[in-house]
């Protein structure tokens, strides 16, 4: 299994400020996901980084907003770009993993970001 | 949109009860897998069942999929405190793309 840690933990910023979320896993993993869980809600995925490569962004999600840096194999960044209110969610990264052949999902703890 | 259905959104039982939660979906999987989420953090994973799999057990978890009516149970037995906190299901559309259903709250009360 993948140990992840999260920087920060949580933070409190004001709207039209950015902030840069860093994702660091303890072994080589060849994608990173990351996620975005609004209040009370469930996870959305919004964008797969692959290292050397630009990350690959789901519907509703702009590289302009939520870029994306993948600079090795064990590190991740996720800029929330331009803050407003909308934006206060947690943000997950995850890593794969395989069990049995079947791909599973390690994630970090989370980073709590308030949008004031 | 979500691919993930679950019910009930929230669930309120005593200790050493037994508790049930279920999943819909809509599209064909690889498998489904459960995850826990304790307080707003990140999540662990619990257990996955692949689409050829009706049963799974891995401890106090027993897992129930059924492909036909596209739904999957998770039973959690004599229940602990430690219990409480989130559950939800995703399914595997394809390698490594997890979608995730809307998620049951569950509170073991002592």
């Known amino acids: 299994s993948a140990v992840i840690s999260q920087k920060p933990s949580r933070d409190i910023c004001q709207r039209g400020t950015s902030l840069t979320i860093q994702c660091q896993v303890d072994?080589?993993?060849?994608?990173m996901f990351w996620y975005r869980q609004q209040p009370g809600q469930s996870l959305t995925l919004i964008a797969t980084?692959?290292?050397?490569?630009?990350?690959?962004?789901e519907s509703g999600f702009v590289i302009d907003k939520f870029p994306i840096s993948r600079p090795n194999l064990t590190f991740s960044t996720l800029t929330v770009s331009n803050m407003s209110p909308e934006d206060s969610s947690i943000y997950l990264c995850?890593?794969?993993?395989?069990?049995?052949?079947?791909?599973?999902?390690?994630f970090g703890p989370g980073t709590r970001l308030t949008v004031l | 949109s979500q691919q993930g259905e679950e019910d009930p959104q929230a669930l309120s039982i005593q200790e050493g009860e037994n508790a049930t939660m279920n999943c819909s979906y809509k599209?064909?999987?690889?498998?489904l897998q459960w995850y826990r989420q304790n307080s707003g953090r990140g999540l662990v994973h619990l257990i996955l069942i692949r689409s050829n799999e009706r049963e799974k057990h891995s401890g106090r978890l027993r897992v129930t999929l059924d492909t036909s009516k596209k739904s999957s149970s998770l039973l959690i037995t004599a229940s602990r405190a430690a219990d409480t906190a989130s559950y939800f299901c995703a399914t595997a559309l394809s390698a490594q793309k997890l979608v995730f259903g809307q998620g049951t709250r569950l509170t073991i009360n002592p």
């Open positions: 995850s890593v794969e993993g395989t069990s049995g052949g079947a791909y599973k999902q390690y």
């Open positions: 980084a692959n290292q050397g490569s630009e990350a690959t962004y």
């Open positions: 599209t064909s999987i690889n498998n």
């Open positions: 072994s080589q993993v060849t994608m």
